[in-house]
């Protein structure tokens, strides 16, 4: 089987809408078998690419997550934003932001923050006077920076793939975190001057922000042990991953909403979320032989560095290669394919890995939320039951400073390397 027949039927698979780990291994094993390879040969290679300790951190993340969406933890999240700040215009708009970025600190993935924020901000917004579009393409905005802030689950993948620390990925990823809390902020504020009409919020009162307070020292405690025990050197990922799931669940004890269902749910969703990505991973390991035995990233490197020299062009050809893939895929499997065929080009350049990381993780969270596909996007017309046309046009402004901070990671890559860096990761 010639290469280009490989990847017709790949692409033919997924436009047939065939999950994409069948849509990659059918047409794997129909290569190896036609070079005289056994089907004994491609399931060493698929084992061998879950056979990973670091990827142990998926599940146990992606449970913390799913637990604290059950356990009513966005809601004390929300209380605490609202009671923090006073009375301005677009003080939810700020409070929805705000508690996006706290529910990144446990959820890992947007998918998980755009369902679960949803619910609890955009009808608060709507009852005060917010128009649809812009709280729900804030929401979605928002739900982004789960993504890229640590504990994330592509940060996990990624460094799985490129085999490098993901103690510094997570490292490298906090300031874009943060750029996009920023960059969503000053948009919110161009907002809000232009719609002054829209209230703020009531008057500070320091016994309500006391109680608030109170309600959110636990789930406060998660981030503390995740980054903290990573930075720190006193857990590995994995492990830091397994003491923050155990805490969840002390904390839905504690707050009695430990439910037998909710845990029941929150177990089920898990084992079948991290069932699809490890057996797109194993899929993808075949993918990755099979471009490896017919040369792609070595032809690759040769045209890109016949074409350009410079690490900046490159990136940019880079971002628009992962939005674009980005429309039509989650960031796994996204991340499982190109990877390894980006990293070896990007070590021509002398691109740090953590570097390419974070360009790849934000372009790719940048195409799930690019109409008319935008996964995110769907999740919030899923929870909201409106149409998914005015989602669309709400959500286009949001991109502008989305797209501002990529254009700033590609161009001032200290932005990924300076935490990693101070921290001797």
């Known amino acids: 089987m010639d290469l280009w027949l490989?990847?017709?039927?790949?692409?033919?698979?997924?436009?047939?809408?065939?999950?994409?780990?069948?849509?990659?291994?059918?047409?794997?094993?129909?290569?190896?078998?036609?070079?005289?390879?056994?089907?004994?040969?491609?399931?060493?290679?698929?084992?061998?690419?879950?056979?990973?300790?670091?990827?142990l951190a998926v599940p146990l993340f992606i449970f913390m997550g799913t637990?604290?969406?059950?356990?009513?933890?966005?809601?004390?999240?929300?209380?605490?934003?609202?009671?923090?700040?006073?009375?301005?215009?677009?003080?939810?708009?700020?409070?929805?932001?705000?508690?996006?970025?706290?529910?990144?600190?446990?959820?890992?993935?947007?998918?998980?923050?755009?369902?679960?924020?949803?619910k609890v901000q955009i009808p608060q917004m709507l009852k005060s006077g917010y128009p649809y579009g812009f709280s729900a393409g804030l929401t979605a905005a928002g739900s982004l920076i789960s993504?890229?802030?640590?504990?994330?689950?592509?940060?996990?993948?990624?460094?799985?793939?490129?085999?490098?620390?993901?103690?510094?990925?997570?490292?490298?990823?906090?300031?874009?975190?943060l750029l996009i809390v920023v960059g969503l902020a000053a948009y919110i504020g161009v907002w809000a001057f232009f719609h002054r009409e829209i209230a703020g919020g009531a008057e500070f009162d320091g016994r309500i922000f006391a109680k608030a307070t109170v309600r959110v020292l636990g789930p406060a405690l998660l981030p503390i042990i995740v980054l903290g025990g990573i930075f720190s050197g006193l857990f590995t990922p994995t492990e830091s991953a397994g003491v923050a799931a155990i805490v969840t669940l002390v904390l839905g004890a504690c707050y009695r909403t430990l439910t037998w269902d909710a845990f029941w749910k929150a177990t089920k969703d898990t084992v079948i979320t991290s069932a699809g990505i490890l057996l797109i991973l194993a899929a993808s390991n075949l993918l990755g032989q099979v471009l490896a035995r017919e040369q792609v990233s070595r032809t690759l490197t040769d045209w890109l560095t016949y074409a350009t020299d410079s690490p900046v062009v490159f990136l940019l050809l880079v971002v628009v290669l992962l939005i674009g893939l980005g429309l039509f895929l989650e960031p796994p499997p996204a991340i499982l394919v190109m990877v390894p065929i980006l990293l070896p080009i990007a070590g021509q350049y002398g691109i740090d890995p953590v570097h390419l990381g974070t360009i790849t993780i934000l372009s790719l969270m940048?195409?799930?939320?690019?109409?008319?596909?935008?996964?995110?996007?769907?999740?919030?017309?899923?929870?909201t039951r409106r149409p998914m046309g005015e989602l669309f046009r709400a959500v286009l402004p949001f991109l502008v400073p989305l797209l501002a901070v990529l254009a700033i990671l590609v161009f001032v890559p200290h932005v990924s390397t300076i935490v990693p860096d101070l921290l001797g990761l």
């Open 67 to 118: 637990l604290a969406n059950g356990l009513g933890i966005a809601t004390r999240l929300y209380d605490f934003a609202r009671a923090l700040l006073p009375r301005l215009p677009g003080n939810l708009a700020y409070v929805n932001l705000g508690t996006s970025l706290g529910f990144s600190w446990i959820s890992g993935t947007a998918f998980a923050d755009a369902a679960s924020v949803s």
């Open 147 to 177: 993504s890229v802030m640590p504990p994330s689950i592509p940060a996990v993948l990624f460094a799985a793939t490129a085999s490098i620390s993901t103690g510094a990925l997570f490292a490298g990823s906090v300031l874009p975190a």
């Open 366 to 383: 940048i195409g799930t939320l690019t109409p008319p596909v935008g996964a995110v996007l769907f999740v919030i017309g899923s929870v």
């Open 6 to 55: 490989y990847v017709l039927l790949v692409v033919g698979l997924l436009l047939l809408r065939v999950p994409v780990a069948f849509a990659m291994i059918l047409p794997s094993l129909l290569y190896f078998t036609s070079h005289g390879l056994s089907v004994g040969y491609a399931a060493t290679y698929m084992f061998n690419g879950v056979n990973s300790f670091p990827l």
